[in-house]
Nanobody
Framework: QVLLVESGGGSVQPGGSLRLSCAAS????????MGWFRRAPGKEREGVAA???????SSADSVKGRFTISKDNAKNTLYLQMNSLKPEDTAMYYC????????????????????WGQGTQVTVSS
């Protein structure tokens, strides 16, 4: 059974940074695609960033240059480094894993992901 557990969320002022982590069990990060998604109040869930097994990534335009997705295969942990945070980044952030074939650039469409964590809240306000 695949279990994904996010951590690292919290409250931060605009311009601040956070690093989210997603620890997995029952799943081998090195083989497939992983992604970070977020859902802001009153909005649909959107794909923030994704990473393929070869390390190639894709990111939403709204976070390019500010957010970086990475993974540590040895620790089976996915990360999202978030810098220059803005109030519009406020959302519940979820990590997701795709079990099965994947491709590059890795997809950010939630329909391609099979497993989901419970989420971690990120709030950006002054």
């Amino acid at each position: 059974q695949v279990l994904l557990v996010e951590s690292g969320g919290g409250s931060v002022q605009p311009g601040g940074s956070l690093r989210l982590s997603c620890a997995a069990s029952g799943y081998t990060y090195s083989r497939y695609c992983m992604g970070w998604f977020r859902r802001a109040p009153g909005k649909e869930r959107e794909g923030v960033a994704a990473i393929y097994r070869d390390g190639s990534t894709s990111s939403a335009d709204s976070v390019k240059g500010r957010f970086t997705i990475s993974k540590d295969n040895a620790k089976n942990t996915l990360y999202l480094q978030m810098n220059s945070l803005k109030p519009e980044d406020t959302a519940m952030y979820y990590c997701a894993a795709r079990y099965g074939g994947c491709w590059t650039p890795p997809p950010r469409d939630e329909r391609f992901y099979n497993y989901w964590g419970q989420g971690t809240q990120v709030t950006v306000s002054s």
